[in-house]
C-alpha cells in the first residue's frame, strides 16, 4: 500500500503510451462485518478475464487480483461509498515485445459529488453518432467491441461533448439510428412489466455488470428482461429509462435532446435493489 500520489508506472508503460490495457471498476459498500467489499467482483472479474483474452495481454490470476482488490479494499473506511478501480496494462515498451511483466495495480477513492448528483436528480443527455452501424463491431474483432480498455479517449470526448451542450452525459446512437450505450453506462428500461437492455451479441456494445444483475434478477421485482433494440425516440414512450453503471449506479434520464422523459415510478425501488440507498454518504 502506497498513498495515492506515489508513482508507480513507468514513464514508457503500454498503458500510458497506448492505452493498452484493461480495467475495472467496482463500487466499494459495507460487508455487513465491519468492512467494505468490491460489490459484484465475480462480474467483474470474469468481464476483465474476458477483455484481456481478446486482447491477448497476460492478466495476474484470479487469486492474485481478489488479493489485490482485498488488500486495497481493507484499508478503506466502512462509512465511505467508494470506487475500487483495477488495472492491467500491457507493461513496459521495452520489454513487452519479448513477454515481459504486465503492470498491474488498484486504486480507491471516494465517489464524487456529481455521480451522487447523478444518481438521486436524474441527468439529462444527448444523442450522438457512433459513425457505424449498429452491428458494425460483430464482423469487425478489431474494433474490440465489448471490452473495456484503456482506450477511453473517445468515451471521454463524448462526455466532454455533452457537457459543452448543457447536458449532463451522452447516449451513443449507431448511424442506422439505433441506441446503444453511454460512454461509461448501459442503457436500460422498462416497457410495461419487461425490462430491457440493448442485446451484447449483436451490436459489441459493452456488457454492463450492473445492468446484466439487474436484468437476471428482473424476476425479484414482477418483471420480465428482454434485449432489444430501440431508437431515441421509441425511449422517450417507455415506462422508465435509466443509465446503469458500477459506481453511479442508476441514473434516470430526464431528457433526450432536450425532449423531456416522464419520471418514473420505479427509479427509487430500483436504486434501492442494487443497494445504493442508506450507503451514509
Known sequence: MVPADTPVLRADD???LRGDG?????HVRPDGRGGVHPWLIDEHLARMARSAARMELALPTESALRELAALACAQWPAEVEGALRLVCTRGAEATAATGGPVTCFATVNPIGAATLAARRDGITVTTISLGY????????????????????AIN???QRWALAQGVDDALWVSADGYALEGPTSTLVWLSGDTLCTVPVETTGILPGTTARHLLDNAGDLGWTAAERMVTPAELAATDG??????????AELRAIDGTATAPSEHTEKLRAYLGFTNLGC
Open 22 to 26: 484493461v480495467f475495472e471498476t467496482m
Open 156 to 158: 471521454m470526448a463524448s
Open 14 to 16: 503500454l498503458g500510458v
Open 241 to 250: 429509462v435509466w443509465l446503469l453503471s458500477s459506481v453511479r449506479g442508476i
Open 133 to 152: 452501424p449498429a452491428d458494425a463491431r460483430t464482423s469487425a474483432p478489431w474494433l474490440l467491441g465489448g471490452v473495456k480498455s484503456l482506450s477511453y
